[in-house]
């Protein structure tokens, strides 16, 4: 099946400063990717959609300047948690849509990063 | 609007136990699709099985089985003679064109 990777898979940083976290399908295009957040014990829930050379769209209660999403090529994106705090701590996850897919139901998920934010 | 309730927060058995986790769907579009996941302790989340709202066969894979039915809006999970490697949390979800709704999961905990 698909591959898709995160990178870091985990990551600690000092409040204030700024993460990136890639999202990759390693062996496929994908026109749209997904990025979800999950806090311990919780479900997952949805961030924004990204999708490739435009703007990403960001669920109700999302903060865009704050969560910035880049997803310039097919087979990359990128979350950028900005001055992040110890309330950003958390479970990232991505998934990538197979380009061409009708409807969502080739999602492949990564990995996830954890993100700790002392 | 869409919604997906696992009412069972956690179940705990014993090995080689059989065991059904719950999974309840909302929606009122007739194309939908349905998952479900194990999320083990690492985090990521493994893809167990989907199914098309039209399609209501159940189905059997080794030891997970799956009962969909449309008329109560139930997509079931059914693990026969649990192990302790079945551990971890269940996902279920509705996708409906590009949107993924999860349940809140079921922390399945097997002792040996």
């Known amino acids: 099946g698909a591959v898709v990777s995160q990178h870091p898979s985990r990551v600690i940083c000092k409040s204030g400063t700024s993460v990136k976290i890639e999202c990759r399908s390693l062996?496929?295009?994908?026109?749209?990717m997904f990025w979800y957040r999950q806090f311990p014990k919780q479900s997952l829930m949805l961030m924004a959609t990204?999708?490739?050379?435009?703007?990403?769209?960001?669920e109700q209660g999302v903060e865009k300047d704050k969560f910035l999403i880049n997803h310039a090529s097919l087979t990359l994106s990128t979350l950028t948690v900005t001055s992040a705090h110890p309330e950003d701590s958390s479970f990232y996850i991505c998934s990538a849509l197979t380009s061409g897919a009708v409807e969502q139901e080739t999602q492949y998920f990564g990995p996830g990063t954890r993100l700790l934010v002392l | 609007a869409q919604k997906v309730t696992q009412a069972q927060t956690e179940i705990s058995v014993v090995e080689k136990e059989d065991v059904t986790l719950d999974c309840v769907y909302e929606?009122?579009?007739?194309?939908?699709?349905l998952f479900w996941y194990k999320q083990p302790p690492s985090g990521e989340l493994v893809f167990l099985i989907r199914?098309?709202?039209?399609?209501?066969q159940n189905e059997i894979s080794g030891r997970y089985s799956w009962n969909f039915q449309k008329s109560t809006s139930s997509f079931n999970f059914t693990i026969t003679a649990s192990q302790v490697v079945d551990s971890a949390v269940y996902f279920c979800a509705l996708i409906r064109g590009f949107k993924t709704i999860f349940g809140a999961g079921t922390r399945l905990f097997v002792k040996a």
């Open positions: 990204s999708n490739e050379g435009s703007k990403a769209t960001y």
């Open positions: 062996d496929f295009q994908a026109t749209t």
């Open positions: 199914r098309n709202s039209f399609d209501e």
């Open positions: 929606t009122r579009d007739t194309t939908y699709y």
